[in-house]
């Protein structure tokens, strides 16, 4: 691992606040209106909260890798890395450094909410999991859509891959489904923890040789 | 040896041919100017030794398996970072070294300040330090002397006379007559 590499891709991303910071203060507005739409006095059932925080979560991670690419294709940052075929990495980098700064506080974020609304510990633990692991797989993919989109405008990459999250989403409305009713997680989390595992493996390098057609 | 061998490269877009059988080899050592008139295919011709772009016909051999420090015509600084900032993700410390370099292309006094504020001039300035620290054999730049100042060209010739004794290899675009010694492949024809 170029440590080196990693710290200015972290760097850079931090410094512009507003790229990681954005995206989390949308999150949480979002999770602060939503209840205020639901009958206070009716009994919601926990489902509905974790569903819409699935859902919360793709699009606000849709928001947070929006420029993930094009700052450094504008400036040609990335024709600099493609001329010693160092796009691999800088894809790579740049996928982890958004999870940290973004997939990962969006869970932490979630979780909180999740507890504030009196669900079990137990129910906001493995939604705290599931969303640590579907947010590093939904940033790889809108990854792949911006770099698919680089020239073109973001929205069209991403309409390409919201479809294939689509899997996801349902595997995550199981393990609500199964958590709340007290079975056996063990599958589905496999299951998840394998396209998250599958996802980070391949993806970076499918984006790394799109990025590179558009530097030619 | 040659690092490069280029044999009877063409490259054409849409039926229109950019690029005409051209063959040149380069050495280290070397210091070598890309010449040709506005649109005539020089950066085309860049982008094919760097292997961003690949030819339509013609064979080109690299021999060696050098890394490149290449600095295009955008500078790949960030405009939201100070220039101190902008020396750091490009790996450079602000040492003496650097900060003399600063002081050589006057912007010391600006270290603080983000690169969005400074002119077109200054910001390529700032993306040449990079290019005075690299440590490869073999640089490549398009259009290096675009927007500099004299002072800051004389900075740049003294780099490429260094370039030479130290046999590394420079490969540039220009279409100013410069009065260094180099050798010149004309793409007009």
């Known amino acids: 691992m170029n440590r080196n590499l990693l710290f200015i891709e972290g760097f850079k991303l931090f410094k512009r606040s507003r790229a990681w910071i954005g995206p989390v203060l949308v999150f949480l507005l979002i999770i602060i209106s939503f209840p205020l739409t639901l009958d206070v006095n009716s009994d919601n059932p926990p489902q509905i909260y974790l569903s819409f925080i699935w859902i919360s979560t793709l699009l606000v991670t849709m928001l947070g890798t929006e420029l993930i690419f094009s700052e450094d294709f504008e400036d040609g940052t990335l024709e600099q890395y493609a001329v010693n075929d160092r796009l691999i990495e800088i894809v790579f980098y740049k996928i982890l450094v958004h999870w940290v700064l973004i997939g990962i506080p969006l869970a932490f974020v979630a979780f909180l909410f999740i507890l504030s609304l009196n669900i079990s510990i137990y129910i906001s633990s493995i939604a705290l999991l599931c969303l640590v692991i579907s947010n590093l797989i939904f940033i790889n993919f809108f990854s792949l859509g911006n770099a698919l989109s680089l020239k073109k405008g973001s929205i069209l990459g991403l309409l390409i891959t919201i479809p294939f999250l689509i899997p996801v989403l349902i595997v995550l409305g199981k393990i609500t489904t199964s958590t709340l009713f007290g079975l056996s997680l063990v599958g589905y989390l496999s299951l998840l923890v394998g396209v998250m595992i599958l996802v980070a493996s391949f993806i970076p390098f499918i984006i790394s040789f799109i990025l590179r057609t558009h530097l030619e | ?189």
Do not use: W
Request: charged residues 30%; proline residues 1%.
């Open chain 2, 1 to 189: 040896m040659h690092f490069l061998e280029a044999q009877n490269i063409s490259y054409k877009i849409n039926d229109r041919n950019i690029l005409r059988s051209i063959t040149f080899d380069i050495g280290f050592g070397e210091l070598v100017k890309i010449s040709g008139r506005n649109g005539s295919g020089k950066t085309t011709l860049l982008k094919i030794i760097i292997g961003l772009t690949k030819q339509t016909k013609g064979s080109l051999k690299r021999n060696s398996k050098e890394k490149i420090c290449f600095l295009g015509h955008k500078s790949g600084l960030k405009n939201y970072l100070t220039v101190r900032e902008n020396l750091l993700i490009q790996g450079l410390k602000i040492d003496s070294l650097n900060l003399g370099l600063l002081e050589k292309l006057n912007l010391k006094r600006h270290i603080d300040n983000s690169v969005g504020t400074l002119s077109f001039g200054q910001q390529k300035k700032l993306s040449l330090i990079r290019i005075l620290n690299a440590k490869e054999r073999i640089i490549i730049l398009d259009e290096p002397f675009v927007g500099l100042d004299e002072e800051s060209k004389n900075v740049l010739r003294e780099f490429m006379n260094s370039i030479k004794k130290e046999n590394r290899s420079l490969i540039f675009t220009s279409h100013i007559d410069l009065e260094d010694s180099y050798r010149e492949i004309k793409i007009d024809e």
